[in-house]
């Protein structure tokens, strides 16, 4: 069964410092992995998702990498911004499976 | 483009009442998903539908949760009778297809169900 873990489960850093953000999972056979972020009280914004083919994935501040191998993922967010404070969700699917989420990261950025 | 569409946005109901949520996702989205988040938790998948057909219920608790997607558009989630336990937030999403295209899913705001 897959599990996805994330590390920290908390994360506090002022405003323009560079942080990253983990994610492990279980099972290497996966298709692809997202990276979500989640407001409170709202719903989740896909920010990236990286094929099992590919190595990373950039978009603007993000970096998203993958080592299928060894089952780790990482999100870099370059110069944070307390608009950036949110919760961010690593998911993995596995074919025709439902993703596996992990519980998340809740990043604080402090101005 | 709309994105998904949720309602209502809370409900509070008292043990072993029914609710229903409504989602409507979007436009020319053929993969519909509903999401169970529990507080602290990673959402994790109750239903998936292709057009207006079941993929993948495996997770569904059958005796008390049932879902329908009339016409292949919008679908409904109904818990009846509601249990303690069910309190969290009921997320829909949508994605244009589920053939391994890797294509992003779009979620809703959620519906935030408590439970007296």
């Known amino acids: 069964k897959q599990e996805v873990t994330q590390i920290p489960a908390a994360l506090s850093v002022p405003e323009g410092e560079n942080l990253v953000l983990n994610c492990s999972f279980t099972d290497s056979a996966i298709y692809n992995l997202q990276w979500f972020r989640q407001d409170p009280g709202k719903g989740l914004t896909s920010l990236l998702l990286i094929q099992s083919s590919q190595r990373e994935q950039t978009s603007g501040r993000l970096n998203a990498s993958l080592d299928k191998s060894s089952g780790r993922s990482t999100l870099y967010i370059a110069a944070s911004q307390p608009g950036d404070s949110a919760t961010y969700l690593c998911a993995v699917r596995k074919g025709y499976t439902p993703l596996v989420f992990g519980k998340g990261t809740r990043l604080s950025v402090i101005a | 483009e709309a994105g998904v569409a949720q309602s209502p946005r809370y409900k509070i109901i008292e043990k072993r009442q029914s609710v229903a949520f409504w989602c409507n996702p979007i436009?020319?989205?053929?993969?519909l998903y509903w999401y169970q988040q529990i507080l602290g938790q990673g959402p994790k998948l109750l239903i998936q539908f292709q057009n207006n057909g079941v993929v993948d219920d495996s997770q569904l608790p059958k005796d008390r949760f049932s879902a329908e997607r009339l016409k292949g558009v919008d679908s409904t989630l109904k818990i009846q009778p509601a249990k303690l336990e069910d309190s969290a937030v009921y997320l829909c999403?949508?994605?244009?297809?589920?053939?391994?295209?890797?294509?992003?899913?779009?979620f809703g705001d959620g519906t935030r169900l408590s439970i007296l």
């Open positions: 999403a949508s994605s244009s297809l589920d053939s391994l295209d890797n294509q992003p899913q779009h």
């Open positions: 436009s020319g989205h053929a993969t």
